[in-house]
């Protein structure tokens, strides 16, 4: 099987950058982030708290989380209902990336991405593939930009769905999210040693794809 790790901060683009190689190649695009948001979701609704470490644990036995795909786009399955609808918000987002840190939690989904990543060609993206997840995948990328840009970003999608955002409290929520990302005990985001740095800043989407898909040539994928 031929694997593509796409790691990198949030806002820094790797769901759209990783949905478009894994179009152009025909490959698979396993989204992580949504399963660790899924967790979140079931979290959320049993009114567990991220701090209650011993609840979260036990959660983790009664919460069934699969992946389907309907038109090509990765669904998220929660004890069989689709939650895919719910998983984008903010809430959602940062219950997830406070839940992620709980090993429990990282063993049971790390598990289905491995399964996953056997079973086909894959482009994943999230914060632990390269080092954790797929430490063989044969094409490894850590996809980032400034905070600002990030920020930015961000903001012009919000404004684009008509909603009004604050750039600065956005800015401010991607360093703490970023922090809390990079400095948690188990699978902190970090770049793997034989990852290629790619940021994003100063490139188009077509740019950062045709980038990534040259050195997929290169590797022979
Ligand atoms: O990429 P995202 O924003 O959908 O991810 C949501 C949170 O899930 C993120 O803050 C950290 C966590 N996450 C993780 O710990 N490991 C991954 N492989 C993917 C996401």
Redesign the pocket.
Known sequence: MFNIAI?GP??AG??TIARRVAKALSYIYV???????AM?LYLIRQGISPQDERAIQEACASARISIAYVDGEQQVLLNDENVTPY??QEA???M??????NRKV?EK??EL?QQLAARENVV??????GT??LPEAQVKIYLTASAHTRARRRFLELEQKGLTADLKQIEEDINQ?DY??MH?EI?P?RQAEDAVLVDSSDMTIDEVVEAILSLCRERGV
């Open positions: 790691d949030a806002g790797k769901s989204d992580t982030g949504a399963m660790y948001r979140a998983l984008r959602v987002g940062n997830a990336s406070a839940s992620s840190g990282r989904l790390v991405q994943m993206d999230g914060r632990d593939i954790q997840v999210r809390q990302d948690r699978s985001l």
